[in-house]
């Protein structure tokens, strides 16, 4: 709901993320995420576990149901034996992910999410929808940022004010170190 008075033109939604963030990362003594909470070492080991890349793949990958590993690899583009391996250890390790192994011949393992896993899985799949809803913008604003022009010739309104406003705050060069030259006012 969007405040009307002039004094507050901060939509609600906004001010409560404003001060979930300031409770999570604030610089006061005690945040949940600063090094003054015992717990931030925890805190900061599963967000950096879930913020990786094969991570995130896996647990959306997961979200459907079981599978052996040659099938979730298969689904997962790019990612290696090892790095699979290694990624399925992990979020084991952290509770997220369970193995079944059944004795077969020839063996047969199976991954499947586990209901702590399954509840992070929402969260992960609304950034990936996030993402997709967004990336043209993205693009527009690396592009601005690069010195490159946009990649997609049929750019919206909203990618446009994008990078107006990306070309505002980053006018003159980029970090590849060529000039840009600076948006007209």
């Given at each position: 709901?969007?405040?009307?008075?002039?004094?507050?033109?901060v939509d609600d939604s906004t001010?409560?993320?404003?001060?979930?963030?300031a409770e999570l990362f604030g610089g006061r003594p005690g945040g949940v995420c600063t090094t003054a909470n015992p717990e931030s070492r925890v805190i900061r080991e599963v967000l950096s576990r879930v913020g990786d890349k094969w991570s995130?793949?896996?647990?959306?990958?997961?979200?459907?149901?079981?599978?052996?590993?040659?099938?979730?690899?298969?689904?997962?583009?790019?990612?290696s034996h090892r790095?699979?391996?290694?990624?399925?250890?992990?979020?084991e390790r952290d509770g997220l992910v369970s193995r079944t192994a059944y004795a077969e011949i020839p063996p047969r393992v199976e991954y499947s999410a586990t209901p702590l896993g399954t509840s992070l899985s929402e969260p992960v799949l609304e950034?990936?929808?996030?993402?997709?809803?967004?990336?043209?913008?993205?693009?527009?604003?690396?592009?601005?940022?690069?010195?490159?022009e946009p990649t997609t010739a049929d750019t919206?309104?909203?990618?446009?004010?994008?990078?107006?406003?990306?070309?505002?705050?980053?006018?003159?060069?980029?970090?590849?170190?060529?000039?840009?030259?600076?948006?007209?006012?």
């Open positions: 709901m969007l405040s009307t008075t002039v004094d507050d033109p001010d409560d993320t404003r001060r979930a963030a995130l793949l896996v647990i959306g990958a997961l979200h459907d149901g079981a599978l052996r590993f040659t099938e979730l690899q298969r689904r997962i583009d790019g990612i790095m699979l391996t290694q990624t399925l250890r992990s979020l950034l990936v929808r996030w993402a997709a809803a967004h990336h043209d913008e993205i693009d527009a604003a690396r592009a601005v940022y690069d010195g490159d919206d309104s909203a990618t446009d004010e994008t990078m107006h406003r990306a070309g505002t705050h980053r006018a003159g060069t980029n970090r590849a170190g060529t000039n840009r030259a600076a948006p007209n006012a």
